[in-house]
C-alpha cells in the first residue's frame, strides 16, 4: 500500500502510485543487441503542479549481480491528457526525444509514441510502446521498441520495488 501526498495535483491523482523511488532488475534484449540483466532507479516526484518528473537510470549488471556501467538514462514529464489518459515526455542523452500518449486505468498505464525527434548522430529509432503496472506493491514494467531496421518488438521489461 501506498498513500497519497495530499499535497499531489488531483489532475495527476491517478498516475499517484507512482510517486516515489524504486530500484529493481529486468532484461534488455534486441535483435540487433545480445540479452543482459540490467539494474534500474526510477526517481518519480511532483511539486503539487499537475505533472510528475521522471527519472530513471539503468546500468548492465554481470552474472553476478554487480554493476558493471551505465546503460540508459532518461529524464521526463508524465502529464495528465485528459480523463483517463496521459501523456509521458521523455528526454535522452543520446540525442532522442519522445512524446508518448495513452490510457490510464487503476494501477496501469499503457502509452505509445506519438512523437520522436532524433539529432542527426542519434541511432535510428521510429517508435515505442511501454505499458507501466502497479502489481503486489512493485513497478512492473515493459517496453517494445522500432529501431535500427527493426519492427515494433519486445525491448525491456523489469520489476521495481518502492525504496521510498
Request: include cysteine; aromatic fraction near 10%.
Given at each position: 500500500?501506498f ?10 491523482a ?8 524504486w530500484?529493481?532488475?529486468?532484461v534488455v534484449?534486441?535483435?540487433t543487441?545480445e ?8 526517481i518519480?516526484?511532483?511539486?503539487g ?5 521522471w527519472?530513471s537510470q539503468?546500468?548492465?549488471l554481470?552474472?553476478?549481480?554487480a ?7 532518461e529524464l521526463?514529464f508524465?502529464?495528465?491528457g ?13 540525442g ?7 490510457s490510464?486505468e487503476?494501477?496501469?498505464v499503457e502509452v ?7 539529432s542527426?548522430?542519434a ?8 505499458m507501466?503496472?502497479?502489481v ?10 522500432a ?5 515494433l518488438?519486445?525491448?525491456?521489461s523489469a ?6
Open positions: 500500500m498513500t497519497i501526498d495530499p499535497t499531489l495535483h488531483p489532475d495527476i491517478p498516475l499517484a502510485w507512482l510517486v516515489g523511488r530500484e529493481g532488475a529486468g534484449g534486441y535483435p543487441i540479452s543482459a540483466n540490467f539494474g534500474q532507479e526510477i518519480c516526484t511532483h511539486d503542479r499537475p505533472f510528475l518528473r527519472e539503468t546500468w548492465l554481470d552474472d553476478a549481480g554493476r558493471v556501467r551505465p546503460l540508459a538514462t521526463g508524465w502529464r495528465p485528459g480523463q483517463g489518459e496521459a501523456e509521458l515526455l521523455l528526454s535522452h542523452p543520446t532522442i526525444v519522445e512524446m508518448y500518449y495513452g490510464v487503476p494501477a496501469r505509445r509514441t506519438d512523437g520522436v525527434i532524433r542527426p548522430h541511432k535510428e529509432y521510429a517508435a515505442a510502446s511501454r507501466y503496472g502497479y503486489n506493491s512493485n513497478l512492473m514494467w515493459v517496453m517494445d521498441m529501431a535500427v531496421g527493426q519492427q518488438q519486445s525491448h525491456v520489476e521495481l520495488k518502492r525504496v521510498d
